[in-house]
């Protein structure tokens, strides 16, 4: 039973650039949210798709942006990539958004 | 601000010691989650405690909701080498938050 896979692993950017990350969510969930995670901090919680639809948000720019597709997959935009932006980008799905399980994340590098 | 507060930041201690970390709240949770977070993985879920002064056993590791509903404690029994990581406990009062964590190192 795959768990939450999310792709790339790393990634290196320079500030101003756009980046693209992907979520694929445990088998029979349905909900998407998607976490910021600063070294020695907590996860910071961004977004959260349900049916397609951003459900809740936290307190992110609209630079942070989203996509849930109808196989429950799920993107996350950053445009305009500024050094603070560095971070572990966590990706966590649920059904019906209940009992968390997190994908191993993604070490985005602004530089 | 954070919503929830977890205490001590860091915790090293040695092999066969128990421990107790606590995650402070001034805001009434339906129930809070506890996680273990190890280096370069995502945090994997422990235990949900969803009734005021439920206590829930896992092993050595014993979870307690407050009565209130504000605060929860993980008490880790004959801690071993193992137990190291992060440790984190989240909630959603309005939207899903997260404490800071505690760091534990636990040396043989």
Same mark, same amino acid.
């Given at each position: 039973?795959?768990?939450?896979?999310?792709?790339?692993?790393?990634?290196?950017?320079?500030?101003?650039?756009?980046?693209?990350?992907?979520?694929?969510?445990?088998s029979?969930?349905?909900?998407?949210?998607?976490?910021?995670? #600063? $070294?020695?901090? =907590?996860?910071?919680?961004?977004?959260?798709y349900?049916?397609?639809? @951003?459900?809740?948000?936290?307190? *992110?720019?609209?630079?942070?942006?989203?996509?849930?597709?109808?196989?429950?997959?799920?993107?996350?935009?950053?445009? #305009? $990539?500024?050094? =603070?932006?560095?971070?572990?980008?966590?990706?966590?799905?649920?059904? @019906?958004?209940?009992?968390?399980? *997190?994908?191993?994340?993604?070490?985005?590098?602004?530089? | 601000?954070?919503?929830?507060?977890?205490?001590?930041?860091?915790?090293?201690?040695?092999?066969?010691?128990?421990?107790?970390?606590?995650?402070?709240?001034?805001?009434?949770?339906?129930?809070?989650?506890?996680?273990?977070?190890?280096?370069?993985?995502?945090?994997?879920?422990?235990?949900?405690?969803v009734?005021?002064?439920?206590?829930?056993k896992?092993?050595?590791?014993?979870?307690?909701?407050?009565?209130?509903?504000k605060?929860?404690?993980?008490?880790?029994?004959?801690?071993?080498?193992?137990?190291?990581?992060?440790?984190?406990?989240?909630?959603?009062?309005?939207?899903?938050?997260?404490?800071?964590?505690?760091?534990?190192?636990?040396?043989?």
């Open positions: 039973d795959a768990g939450v896979t999310q792709s790339p692993t790393h990634l290196i950017k320079t500030r101003g650039q756009q980046v693209t990350l992907r979520c694929s969510p445990k029979g969930h349905d909900t998407v949210s998607w976490y910021q995670q #600063a $070294l020695g901090q =907590g996860p910071q919680f961004i977004f959260q349900y049916e397609e639809e @951003e459900r809740q948000r936290g307190n *992110f720019p609209d630079r942070f942006s989203g996509h849930q597709f109808p196989n429950y997959s799920s993107e996350l935009n950053v445009n #305009a $990539l500024l050094l =603070g932006d560095s971070a572990l980008y966590l990706c966590a799905s649920s059904l @019906e958004g209940y009992g968390y399980t *997190f994908g191993s994340g993604t070490r985005l590098t602004v530089v | 601000t954070q919503l929830l507060e977890q205490s001590p930041q860091f915790l090293s201690i040695q092999e066969g010691e128990n421990l107790t970390v606590y995650c402070n709240s001034s805001s009434v949770f339906s129930s809070l989650q506890w996680y273990r977070q190890e280096p370069g993985e995502g945090p994997v879920l422990l235990v949900t405690v009734t005021g002064g439920e206590v829930k896992l092993k050595r590791l014993t979870f307690q909701f407050g009565d209130a509903r605060d929860s404690s993980l008490h880790i029994t004959a801690a071993q080498p193992g137990d190291t990581g992060l440790y984190l406990c989240g909630g959603n009062a309005g939207k899903s938050t997260f404490g800071d964590g505690t760091t534990l190192t636990v040396k043989p």
